[in-house]
């Protein structure tokens, strides 16, 4: 089986369909619209090009939030981006945010200190979407939500989610369609959150491989031996699939305790159209 020709996608479809998306559900809940943070990294610069076909470069804001490490490069690429489109745009620098909490706590390694920054990242947004009256939109793509490579309330956080359907894979097709610049398509994949880091790097993996194993075990529902029966490593198969179980919890909204007739969630949920 060639699964790299399964994910291929009909680049116009696709696209037509994501444009149609993030118009619709905005409105559906009454915005028109949208704030998003752009990294200059190609997720986020695809979901850019996507809103700004979607609501006109007029109504998207990009907000720009450095920290003091970040790459000069990405701020560069991101006003790139920003250029390209003619997008409102804002920078606002987090690191006097994060750095009194990490003196406060000397001994945070890497890891939880990027979580403090995607988490602050995000409460910019979502001011922002309250100063400039529109939702925030979403830049995580389906590998990182299945594997979990994301922050719970900070990079995953949004209200409309554009990319949650496109592995890594299809979000470089769909990035060089639209026309996101190649130099941006090409850098190594990086949340940007310490000098040197990659995404790839920091999992032990690659997209290329990880996104073949969790198209067959996902869209196709291979099962873990047919998979490793298709030439793939059963060590890597099984590790993505842990990843994949063990991070179910971040792509769930909280269990709520369910004690009355009419629970959340549960047996009220209300449309998201309701009342339009």
Request: glycine residues 8%.
């Amino acid at each position: 089986m060639n699964v790299e020709a399964l994910l291929q996608q009909d680049i116009p479809l696709v696209r037509r369909l994501l444009v149609s998306a993030i118009r619709t559900e905005l409105r559906r809940f009454g915005f028109k619209k949208g704030v998003l943070g752009l990294s200059g990294g190609v997720d986020s610069s695809l979901a850019a090009f996507l809103a700004a076909e979607a609501l006109g470069p007029e109504n998207v804001r990009a907000v720009l939030m450095p920290y003091r490490t970040s790459a000069p490069d990405s701020s560069a690429d991101a006003m790139e981006v920003i250029r390209l489109l003619g997008l409102n745009h804002v920078t606002i620098d987090i690191t006097d945010m994060v750095e009194p909490l990490f003196a406060q706590v000397p001994n945070m390694g890497q890891r939880r200190r990027g979580n403090v920054m995607a988490r602050a990242r995000m409460i910019v947004l979502y001011d922002q979407s309250e100063e400039w009256g529109g939702l925030v939109i979403g830049t995580s793509n389906k590998t990182e939500l299945l594997l979990g490579y994301g922050t719970l309330f900070g990079d995953m956080a949004s209200a409309v989610n554009p990319l949650g359907d496109l592995y890594k894979t299809q979000v470089r097709q769909l990035a060089r369609a639209v026309g996101v610049p190649e130099r941006i398509i090409a850098k190594p994949p990086s949340a940007d959150l310490w000098p040197g880091q990659t995404d790839e790097g920091e999992m032990g993996l690659t997209y290329a491989e990880v996104d073949k194993v969790l198209y067959l075990l996902v869209d196709e529902r291979r099962t873990l031996a047919e998979v490793v029966g298709m030439g793939f490593s059963e060590a890597f198969v099984r590790q993505v699939w842990r990843m994949v179980q063990r991070n179910q919890y971040k792509r769930c909204p909280p269990v709520i305790a369910k004690v009355s007739s009419r629970t959340l969630d549960w047996e009220f949920r209300m449309p998201r159209d309701w009342g339009t």
